[in-house]
């Protein structure tokens, strides 16, 4: 399996994996509720703070909670809403897709 890794919607930095050679930083994953998840150090599969990215992607468009349902999404030609990836804390949802770290936050 590989790595899966975006560009922070605050920061615009890559969030790197603690099996790169880039120090980690703190990443907050944020729902259209409002609700977080704060991961300190991202392993690189997609999970913050215990929710798996694509899960929450699925459970924001009424997909349940199948993680292999938000994959799929992503890589349909429908609309779609998911969960925005920053390092403020106190960011408040917006509707935009975090954009994909072509490095997978370890190949620099």
Known sequence: MGFFSWITQDTKKSIA?????????????????????????YEGYGEFGGKDYYELLAEMNGLGSDRNKGIDLVFSDKPYISPNLTEDLNWKWVNKEPENCPDQGYFY
Do not use: I, L, R
């Open 17 to 41: 994996n603690v099996h790169s050679e880039k120090v980690v930083f703190p990443v907050t994953m944020t729902d259209n509720n409002g609700n977080k998840w704060h991961e300190p150090a």
